[in-house]
């Protein structure tokens, strides 16, 4: 625990719980709460903080809701090790991009962009207060023969997409370019999924059949929420491939 003992920037733009956030992650990465080993309650860590236990519960909420901790009832907060992928991109291409370096022209089958009130859950992805409205863009892309993969996007408040931007254009390069919004980070969760009735339809394929799901938070350099995504592949006409680099 001594090696959480840190002064925190008070003026810095980057907020409070966040650099709690980095904080937590940091000590985590150690190896210190392997195997099992409880980790500090929120209690603790506001006395060690010299913060509010609110303050702290933010940056726990974000940890738990990764999978990186868990907590258990009357027992107290552990770390959970390989239940998700946490990866810092060393280089960051569109999906067009990835797929025109293979040869495959990609169609856009699908643009909407529009508006949505936050429910519970995707107000603590986004780290907002639930009800609060943010903008939604969903994009369905395929080959010039069929669709085969399903983006919904839900972004930060702070940050002022419309209707009038050219959503076929990469994201990221809308991001960057309009907003001056870097995508630097990200943490994802991925897993085998089969098709509900609404997926199936939009990705022409049978209720039931098999679809590869990921779902990504997508953080600024200051470890800001910028972009929360849902994505569903085709397993038939997909292959996800993860390049992760060792930190030593």
């Known amino acids: 625990m001594k090696n959480l003992v840190r002064e925190f920037d008070l003026n810095s733009n980057i907020p409070l719980h966040r650099q709690i956030e980095k904080a937590l992650r940091e000590d985590i990465a150690t190896g210190e709460y392997d195997h099992g080993k409880l980790f500090p309650n929120e209690v603790a860590l506001s006395n060690l903080f010299g913060v509010s ?47 025109a370096a293979q040869g ?7 643009i909407t962009f529009a508006s949505e009130n936050c429910d519970r859950q995707l107000a603590e992805e986004l ?14 892309k395929g080959n010039e023969s069929e ?15 419309s209707e009038n931007l050219d959503f076929t254009r990469p994201l990221n390069e809308i991001l960057e370019t309009e907003f001056s919004v870097i995508a630097m980070h990200s943490s994802e969760e991925l897993k085998a999924i089969t098709a509900d009735e609404r997926i199936a339809e939009l990705l022409e394929v049978d209720p039931g059949a098999p679809v590869f799901f990921r779902k990504r938070r997508v953080y600024d350099a200051g470890m800001r929420i910028v972009e929360f995504n849902k994505c569903y592949y085709r397993h038939d006409k997909m292959t996800y491939k993860i390049n992760i680099k060792r930190t030593l």
């Open 53 to 99: 236990r609110n303050t702290v519960r933010q940056a726990f909420n974000v940890l738990v809701n990764e999978g990186l901790l868990k907590r258990k009832q009357g027992k107290g907060t552990t770390v959970v090790r390989h239940t998700s992928n946490v990866t810092h991109l060393e280089e960051w291409h569109s999906f067009s991009m990835d797929m």
């Open 104 to 110: 495959v022209k990609i169609k856009n089958y699908r």
């Open 127 to 140: 780290d907002v207060v639930s009800g609060t409205e943010v903008k939604k863009l969903t994009r369905i």
């Open 147 to 161: 669709p085969f993969v399903l983006f919904e996007s839900w972004f930060h408040p702070r940050i002022p997409l």
